[in-house]
Each structure stands twice: as C-alpha cells, then as structure tokens.
Nanobody, 123 residues
Framework: QVQLIESGGGLVQAGGSLRLACTVS????????MGWFRQASGKEREFVAA???????LYADSVTGRFTLSRDFSKNTVYLQMNSLEPEDTAVYYC?????????????????WGQGTQVTVSS
C-alpha cells in the first residue's frame, strides 16, 4: 500500500514562502508522476503542479513563476517550494501519485493521495 505523507504547511504572511514535502513510503518516488492539488474552503479541489517520472513539469497558471517542484530520489520525497504567497493560496494542499508517465493535471489519473496539509496565508 503506497502511502504519501505531506509536511511543511503552516501560517505565513502574504509575500512569504513555504516549502511542502511529500514522502512516498513503501514504493519509490521515481515510479510515479507526483502532483499537488489544493482545496480551499467551499471550493473544489484544483490542480497546482505536477512532476512526471521523467521530470517533465506542469504548473497551474495561478502559480506559474511562484511555485517550483523538485524531487529528491535519495529521500523518496517531492518538494513544492511556494514563494510570493497570496491569501488566495490558502487551502489544504494534497500530494498525489500517478502511474501516468508525464506530468498531468487530470485528477482521475492520480490513484494515491495524502491526507493533506493546511496552508494559510494572511494579508
């Protein structure tokens, strides 16, 4: 059973930064396309960013230029570096894993999900 464990959420002021981490247990991160989604209160879950098995990346327009994905194979971990945070980024952030080969924003392609980590950006 693949488990995804997120960490790094918290409270930050607008303009600040946070780094989220997602560690894959049981399996290896290189086997999956890894994605990040977020869900704000009262809204649907939306795509944020993804990194494919061959390191292709895809970002939502709303985070392009502010968020960056990276992957540490030795730690079986994917990181989402979030800079220039805005109050609109406030949400629960979820890590997800897909066996799809390239980065994708399609939720249905992600079969494994983490429990989520709260990010709150104050104005």
């Amino acid at each position: 059973q693949v488990q995804l464990i997120e960490s790094g959420g918290g409270l930050v002021q607008a303009g600040g930064s946070l780094r989220l981490a997602c560690t894959v247990s049981v399996s290896t991160v290189s086997m999956y396309t890894m994605g990040w989604f977020r869900q704000a209160s009262g809204k649907e879950r939306e795509f944020v960013a993804a990194i494919g098995r061959r390191t292709s990346t895809l970002y939502a327009d709303s985070v392009t230029g502010r968020f960056t994905l990276s992957r540490d194979f030795s730690k079986n971990t994917v990181y989402l570096q979030m800079n220039s945070l805005e109050p609109e980024d406030t949400a629960v952030y979820y890590c997800a894993a897909s066996v799809f080969d390239t980065a994708t924003d399609e939720r249905s392609f992600y079969y494994h999900w983490g429990q989520g980590t709260q990010v709150t950006v104050s104005s």
